[in-house]
């Protein structure tokens, strides 16, 4: 069976929002998801080709000819919340041009949301959950005539019945999966975001599934809250496999939290360590899970920054979102990470439930204080299935309106006593009291070392400009 996996055009309200950070967040790194779909199909025997309409810049209608010409036996379409409005445009779209095609839905949005399937006929089959083992039974069910009934993790319609099959379980060993199939992508046209860009070529991947936090804010549809994680004899043949076929030097650790099991993360970097690759990497962590000797061996084994997700300046919001972590951990953290050379970049979020102008500014104050090399600054998006979901709709003001998708750059929720304009002025703020600061250019400029390194700060001026330039337009 030849099965062709999409990854949706952004939409022009995402594009609208957001101006240049679009192709910077949605496309600096390949769909490995898709690809990890695609590697099982590619087990089972099935024709596999991944299509990236976000990548590619294509409309709706340039996505569904791609599409068509392709002459697919089965579509699928990975959906996340920002572009669920698009994705479902482009299912209607595919199912006029391929009315006999089966069409398969997945992703974190219609995991959370299932009940959009009943509205939307032109869907055929929804996967739901973790969806290499779902879609390669699927697939098998509809090549073999099996009865549907027994593919758990799956939503389908039976006459005028949508029927939801029993809960697939998660995958416990992610050791099983094989490497994800990046050789059915241009790897060479996904560019690191411009901050974020030590040496070319750039790869990421991901080595575990899950977070045991308790975050508010955080979307756990898919993956849930159990942390399972590939061993680091896994990782390193991933590792391998991309500094053999792609030329890698540079490492993004996509992890949702890569230092949740230190004893882990120290046998990865004794490894990596030992192989003496010329590999430069970076990973996310939290404040209160780094420690002097956990940040000099990273650092040896080849780190270069970690990512540590703040959130807040403000310990009282710190607990209301259930972090766990306090505003004395992050200035240890930041601190340790800085004397070390490691480049700690600051992951904030504004607007939390219960979020005033005085938490603001704190977060803002303390973003200034810190040595931060570099931040991102995202608005609160309350996505259902979320713990804060329900306190959001109770408290302040929520809007699910597709000409405002939560691309987390454009207010969808504002706290009782605030507006969505006043969050998307104080993303502008904080970015550019961050950004403008001679320091930080000083600090910018001391690590050019090429031409490359011109154009990256070039495309990060690009993304400035935006911001420093739209105080008067931003999303009402």
């Not at 739901?128 to 699927?138: D, V, Y």
């Not at 972090?323 to 979020?349: E, H, S, W, Y």
Request: charged share 25%; hydrophobic share 45%.
């Amino acid at each position: 069976m030849k099965i062709v996996l999409v990854n949706p055009p952004l939409g022009p309200a995402v594009r609208r929002g957001i101006g240049p950070l679009a192709r910077a967040l949605f496309t600096n790194s390949p769909p490995l998801g898709l690809c990890s779909l695609a590697a099982v199909l590619l087990e089972q025997g099935e024709e596999v080709v991944i299509l990236d309409a976000a990548l590619e810049g294509w409309s709706i209608a340039n996505t569904a000819e791609a599409l068509r010409r392709t002459h697919p036996d089965l579509v699928g379409l990975t959906s996340l919340s920002a572009s669920a409005s698009s994705t479902w445009a482009l299912a209607r779209r595919v199912k006029e041009l391929l009315p006999g095609t089966p069409l398969v839905l997945g992703g974190p949005h219609l995991t959370a949301n299932a009940e959009e399937f009943e509205f939307h006929p032109e869907a055929d089959y929804v996967v739901l959950g973790e969806g290499e083992t779902t879609l390669a039974e699927l697939v098998a069910a509809l090549s073999t005539g099996l009865d549907l009934e027994q593919v758990e993790g799956l939503l389908f319609r039976r006459g005028e019945r949508v029927i939801r099959t029993s809960p697939r379980a998660l995958l416990e060993d992610l050791d099983a999966l094989p490497l994800p199939a990046r050789h059915l992508l241009l790897m060479e046209r996904y560019l690191p975001q411009p901050n974020d860009q030590y040496r070319l070529p750039k790869l990421s991947l991901i080595t575990s599934r899950g977070c045991p936090y308790g975050c508010i804010f955080c979307d756990k549809a898919v993956f849930g809250r159990r942390y399972r994680a590939q061993s680091p004899a896994r990782v390193l043949r991933e590792l391998e496999h991309l500094v053999t076929h792609y030329g890698a030097r540079d490492i993004a650790f996509l992890d949702s939290t890569f230092t949740v099991d230190r004893t882990r993360v120290l046998a990865l970097c004794e490894a990596l360590s030992a192989r003496g690759w010329d590999l430069s990497w970076t990973c996310t962590a939290r404040a209160n899970a780094l420690d002097e000797e956990l940040l000099s061996r990273m650092k040896a084994a080849g780190c270069w920054r970690v990512r540590i997700g703040i959130e807040s300046g403000d310990d009282r919001i710190l607990r209301r979102i259930d972090k766990g972590t306090t505003t004395a951990q992050v200035r240890r953290a930041v601190n340790l990470a800085d004397k070390m050379g490691l480049r700690p970049k600051g992951f904030f979020m504004l607007g939390h439930v219960g979020e005033t102008y005085a938490s603001l500014a704190k977060s803002i104050a303390f973003a200034l204080e810190l040595p931060l090399s570099d931040v991102t600054v995202q608005l609160n998006t309350p996505l259902k299935g979320t713990p804060q979901y329900p306190l959001a709709l109770r408290s302040g003001t929520l809007v699910t309106d597709s000409e405002r998708p939560p691309t987390f750059f454009n207010a969808t929720y504002a706290p009782e006593g605030m507006t969505l304009r006043d969050l998307d002025l104080a993303l502008r703020l904080f970015y550019v009291l961050f950004y403008a600061r001679p320091k930080v250019w000083r600090r910018q400029f001391a690590t050019l070392r090429s031409w490359m390194d011109l154009v990256k700060a070039a495309r990060g001026l690009s993304i400035l400009r935006f911001f420093s330039t739209s105080w008067l337009r931003p999303n009402s």
